[in-house]
């Protein structure tokens, strides 16, 4: 799963437009010109598609919490330069303020089971003994379910 296909999928569930992406990405001191957003949002397929880089992905969803949870005051926190699917994961779960259970619920609307346990092993710290990486499929199937919850079939 790309980042560019992320900042997709985040787009079309909450409904996002031009306007208010470069308005999360400012609100997490990244500049970003509306040409280049455009660029990162084309379809896998199209030769125009610009990779979109961890540091930018991490800008975005950095945003993203400021907009869902409002913006904290003095310095904005750092944006990682590497991501891993689990941060994503712990970023999104952040920025919607949910809990376990709600975040089991999301997977299981789309079809997919995880027990509690196997959960938490994601936000775990790596190297710890029970830390687990988050794969693609499990990473899919959240934003699968949250397209569901937040968008769903009109």
């Known amino acids: 799963m790309t980042n560019n296909d992320i900042l997709r999928r985040l787009r079309y569930t909450f409904d996002l437009d031009d306007n ?11 500049t970003v010109e509306p040409e280049l957003l455009k660029t990162w949002l084309k379809k896998e397929e199209d030769p125009e598609l610009v990779a979109l880089e961890d540091v930018d ?3 975005f969803l950095n945003g993203f919490i400021n ?3 409002g913006k904290k005051e003095g310095a904005q926190p750092e944006a990682e330069t590497k991501l891993t699917h689990n941060i994503i994961f712990m970023k999104l779960k952040i920025a919607l ?3 376990a259970e ?5 997977l299981a ?5 995880l027990s509690k346990h196997e959960l938490s092993a ?3 710290k790596p190297g710890h003994k ?3 990486e988050c794969k693609d499929q499990i990473l899919r199937n959240f934003l699968k379910g949250l397209q569901l919850k937040y968008r769903p079939a009109e």
């Open 20 to 30: 208010k992406m470069l308005a999360i990405f400012a609100s997490a001191d990244k």
């Open 130 to 132: 029970h830390y687990r």
């Open 57 to 59: 992905l991490a800008h």
């Open 122 to 124: 994601f936000f775990r």
């Open 109 to 113: 609307l789309a079809d997919f089971r």
């Open 102 to 106: 709600e975040v089991l619920e999301i």
């Open 67 to 69: 907009e869902k949870r």
């Open 97 to 99: 303020s949910l809990q």
